[in-house]
């Protein structure tokens, strides 16, 4: 799978894909990453991208010359999706990332000033991603987060198979806490079912406080959720045991 990255920074790139999963994805050659200045692909001697907006008002936006010419030139014939970054688009998530790592190719175009020709959206891209609700100071960070998100489902990047399937998200549930060694930190310890050898009863109480992670961070996850009974039986435990607190 390929990303091809355009933006006016490509230094922000330098460096943040080369440890960790995503580098060693790289070094497997199982994931490529390009990036792309899109001042190469100006044709006026100041370079320009950006221009003012019609209609008035303060800042600049990005002219669509360059991005139409930029993605034209790196798009490749098959199987290629291109998105532009910006927080006007829908929001990025775990079902996002995996479908888009289906894909040959997936250019990412990262927005900068106050906003990108309506054009670009109109046209050029097959959607406009957003990873939160607040504002960046252009896509940058944001395609960094996408690259990392995505690569984790392309095959053989991460280590053991399936293990992208149980983090977080793959059930809509937030993960259960994890502890090492030491058994006791600063009078803290380890719960104690974890040392039982009872798989069983570890599986549900891991199970357990996931869900109770999920009720106390992200209630909005179980919103609508077809819970199977056993997790039923699990929330109904947290509730009472909440209401006595
Ligand atoms: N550019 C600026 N803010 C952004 C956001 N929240 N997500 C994606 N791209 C952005």
Redesign the pocket.
Known sequence: MRFDIITIFPEMFAGVFSAGIVGKALDKGRVEIAVHDLRDYTRDKHRQVDDRPFGGQEGMVMKPEPIFRAVEAVRRDGDSRVYL???Q?SRFDSAAAEEMASHRQVVLIC?RYEGVDERVSERLVDGE????D???S??EP?AVVVVDAVSRFVPGVVGKAGSVRNDSFADSLLDFPQYTRPREFRGLKVPQVLFSGDHRKIARWRRKKALEKTVRARPDLLEGRANASEDEDLLEEIRNERKDQ
Do not use: F, N
């Open positions: 970054l910006s927080p688009g927005g991603i957003s990873i939160g607040y504002v960046l252009g896509g944001a």
